[in-house]
């Protein structure tokens, strides 16, 4: 029988993703946001739950959820901050979502660039107390999440120009970068888990990367533009991923233009044949003053869904 098309939404609980300067970032016409790290959770309940309804209400089938430091983790509670959910609140939570008929996957972002969650260790790349650190969180949040489907992994933008505004720049190259990735996915494929990550490698790495990811690894190339030419190479990873025999997830946004989702969709119905489904990214917190941010990214799926 096959399997139901995903249409997922990624939903943040942790947003400690940068150690950043607090400096401004630029988006699309000119906006301002900043993204430092926070001692205090910035997800709402009361705006997780809305956005929530909206899913369900609109067919959204996967929810992607970025944990981060928004866990008291039973195996390292030192990462958590004020308000962090405990495992108990998180159970209880993952049962809604359920009876709501959707798929609650984990997310836990180990790329260098996105890592600020994981507090002291995130200064301990690569070494035991890293390694140990990795296996126990991914090993209590596949139990949390009864097994899930996927785990999605990060693994995005570790390089310098993605880094070069941060307090504390770490890149792994070459075979660390490997060793690492193969690593988390080891931890992730023994607990009969498929491992999931961002495809952004590929775009500079190219026969490196088709030579060694593994293509049992869910891959989610992504690209947030409206021109969808096949040379820019952003694009071209959808294509390159499908010849060569991978899985895919592809993701769009709202970050810049709210038509991104269904360009995507479009564009990789004509192209690719072995998508798995689609994610939607606003790359927001989950609070009220992005609330409408949120909701737009949403009803851009709803769009999708009923013009697929």
Same mark, same amino acid.
């Given at each position: %029988? ?14 400690? %993703?940068? #150690?950043? *300067? $607090?400096?401004?970032?630029?988006? +699309? ?9 926070? *001692? ?21 089938? %996967? ?16 990462? +958590? ?6 495992? @108990?609140?998180?159970?209880? #939570? ?8 959707? @798929? ?9 660039? =996105?890592?600020?969650?994981? $507090? ?37 933008? @570790? ?15 070459? #075979? ?18 498929? +491992? ?11 026969? @490196?990367?088709?030579?060694? %990811? ?56 004509? =192209?690719?044949?072995?998508?798995? $489904? ?15 941010? =949120?909701?737009?990214?949403?009803? #851009? ?8």
């Amino acid at each position: %029988m096959e399997k139901e098309l995903i249409w997922s939404y990624l939903i943040h609980l942790g947003y400690n %993703m940068w #150690e950043d *300067t $607090g400096q401004e970032h630029r988006i +699309a016409e000119g906006e301002k946001i900043k993204y430092p790290p926070r *001692t205090y959770l910035r997800c709402q309940k009361s705006v997780w739950d809305k956005l929530l309804k909206e899913m369900a209400k609109i067919g959204i089938n %996967m929810v992607l959820i970025d944990l981060g430091e928004g866990v008291k983790y039973e195996s390292h509670p030192e990462l +958590a901050i004020k308000n962090s959910w405990s495992v @108990e609140k998180l159970k209880k #939570e993952l049962k809604k979502i359920r009876e709501m008929g959707i @798929e609650p996957i984990p997310k836990l972002n180990f790329s260098t660039a =996105h890592d600020n969650w994981l $507090g002291k260790y995130s200064r301990c790349v690569s070494t035991d107390i890293y390694y140990g650190v990795c296996k126990d969180l991914i090993k209590e949040v596949i139990d949390i999440f009864d097994k899930p489907r996927f785990f999605h992994l990060g693994m995005d933008e @570790e390089n310098y120009e993605n880094q070069r505004n941060l307090l504390y720049v770490v890149i792994r190259q070459y #075979e660390l970068w490997w060793n690492d990735l193969y690593f988390l996915v080891n931890e992730v494929e023994k607990n009969n888990v498929k +491992a999931w990550i961002w495809s952004d490698y590929i775009w500079r790495n190219r026969d @490196e990367f088709l030579k060694k %990811m593994p293509k049992t690894v869910i891959q989610s190339n992504w690209y947030y533009g409206k021109d969808f030419s096949e040379n820019i190479e952003y694009v071209k990873a959808y294509i390159e991923l499908d010849k060569n025999g991978y899985s895919q997830i592809p993701t769009g946004s709202n970050h810049a233009y709210k038509e991104n989702f269904q360009l995507t969709v479009d564009f990789c119905k004509k =192209h690719i044949s072995n998508f798995l $489904g689609f994610l939607q990214t606003a790359w927001r917190p989950t609070v009220i003053d992005w609330y409408n941010h =949120h909701l737009e990214a949403i009803k #851009e799926v709803g769009k999708s869904i009923k013009n697929f």
